[in-house]
């Protein structure tokens, strides 16, 4: 039988560590092996320190100061301009094809050239959000519970109640306004709630809430409405599936319709990757601030200890994922989301902590949506210590499970049933 636990030394300082075969084997003291498997960082050198330091720079100034709504500063007021522009551009293209067909003749010519430019305003429209076809919606009558949790949070916030939960089988957890009523709504990743205790459920809802009442889904209305016309630009132009087929194959197709859509995404597509990139560094600082502002709301009303806790378990999204997907190819008399919540338990503090180092390592990056969470829990916890405002206790959280069950056992056969 193997022993639970064998003893090495680190190669690069000589400290004694403990050896867990279920888990990396690194050195707390100098970082030895602390990312076994790096990503493959494509990124120079250059642009990586200047990220670290835009980062810690933000994280200094939250940390000494008081946090408070992103002001306007430069980068933030030219996000808005630039998002004012993209957004006025399809009125433009419009106008421009009015105009052409009232003023201008022959007419077969400013009709043609009319429809190039209504085109244009077609493509660059702003889209509301939509809900994905993806996720499972579930009534108020259905999970009473939940609502009426969502709903404190939200009157304890200061902001609108959901207008409807969704649920899906990813391990994340989010909230949108959807529609041009931009109607909040909560969606809940199963694997990611499952490893999660009532008292950071409450903290990853929080945080989320938090966006909601700052209006911050990504930095508001006009630039949240520039960004979807970015997308919807961005998969048109992106490279195609059966382009990329026929490429590896080194087929050539004799119509020349791949040139030209080659030739589109060449130009106009890189062309909106760079409006693209160019708008999410311009909105970095007021986002990532918008962030740490939400953790701050979270701890306020969860706790800060238990929204330091949440973010912690996001962490171990991934592992969660994976526990709930094996319990689903081999299933056994264990339920997947139980066979999650034990995963994610007897995950020990020293592989936690690890991957919140990997986390300082691989996530600070301006195009990152969050800051490294390493950063988000030291925020939290190098504050005064608040205590919950809203406490979730176990059996309501119990019942909240018991409530989603019938929707996660159809949500999780059909997740099977695609595997
Ligand atoms: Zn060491
Ligand atoms: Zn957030």
Redesign the pocket.
Known sequence: MQRAEQITRCPDCGQQLRVNPRHVTWCDKCDWNVDPAPEVDRTPPWRRRLEHRLADALYRELESGTVHRPGWDAARISAHVLSGLILLLPLLAFLVGVGLLVFYRPLWLSGLLALLAFGIAFLLRPRATRLPDDIYLVHRDEVPTLYAVLDELADAIGTRRVAAVAVTTDANLWYAQVGWRFRPVVCIGLPLWAGLSPQERVAVLA??FG?GRHGDTRSGWVVGAAWSVLGELQATFAEQHGDRIRREFGYEDPTGATLVSRMLNATIGVLVSGVAWLLERLAFRSDQRA?YL?DLKSGEIAGSEASAHALERVLLADTSYRAMERALRFPTEIDPLEAVRREVTEIPAHEIERRLRVSRLREVRTDAT?PPTYLRTKLLRSRPATSARLVLGIDRSRAIDHELQPTATKALAALRASL
């Open positions: 945080h989320e966006h962030e939400a969050h």
